[in-house]
């Protein structure tokens, strides 16, 4: 059996202009479709907006049921820059100021300190990150 590479949602088109489509898709975590959601605090469902490629689309109507998809290993990249990169970063932070000030306050404002700096450079390479998660229309459905 071969693994997706793969992630694949089903939405609804939105808006789109010659080179954008902008997809509405429902996400929802592994609880939402839990049998046992309603008696469970932790289900999450949420709609977002997706900018998606019109590459290799003729035809798109507002309204329209679109299968979208992305690489699946895309979402550890994202789970490295967004939770992973910034966790280390504190990390190591917290124990070299501790290491050298000798002081558990200074240690944990600067270590909080260091995602400020971290948080905007990510900010500013959103236009590189932009062209590295890509979204394509797979197929449309009827």
Same mark, same amino acid.
């Given at each position: ?16 202009? &010659?080179? %954008?489509?902008?997809? +509405?898709?429902? &996400?929802?975590? *592994?609880?939402?479709?839990? !049998? *046992?959601? /309603?008696?469970?605090? *932790?289900?999450?469902?949420?709609e ?6 019109? =590459?290799?689309v003729? !035809?798109?109507?507002?309204? %329209? %049921?679109?299968?979208? +998809?992305? %690489? ?6 994202? &789970?490295?820059?967004? =939770?992973?990169? #910034?966790?280390?970063?504190?990390? $190591?932070?917290?124990?070299?100021? !501790? /290491?050298?000030?000798? &002081?558990?306050?200074?240690?944990g404002? *600067? ?5 400020? #700096?971290y948080?905007? /450079?990510?900010?500013? =390479? ?10 394509? $229309?797979?197929?449309?459905? /009827?």
């Open positions: 059996m071969t693994k997706l590479k793969f992630v694949e949602h089903t939405g609804y088109v939105e808006s789109f202009n &010659s080179d %954008q489509v902008k997809v +509405r898709i429902l &996400s929802e975590s *592994a609880c939402a479709s839990c !049998h *046992a959601k /309603g008696a469970c605090t *932790a289900s999450d469902m949420k977002k907006v997706i900018d998606v490629s019109t =590459y290799g003729d !035809h798109l109507a507002v309204g %329209q %049921q679109v299968v979208i +998809r992305g %690489q699946k290993s895309l979402g550890l990249k994202a &789970s490295l820059i967004a =939770y992973i990169f #910034p966790f280390i970063l504190v990390f $190591i932070t917290l124990f070299v100021v !501790h /290491g050298i000030t000798k &002081s558990e306050g200074i240690a404002i *600067a270590s909080l300190a260091v995602l400020v #700096p948080f905007i /450079g990510v900010k500013l =390479y959103t236009p590189k990150l932009e062209k590295t998660f890509v979204f394509t $229309i797979k197929e449309i459905i /009827g």
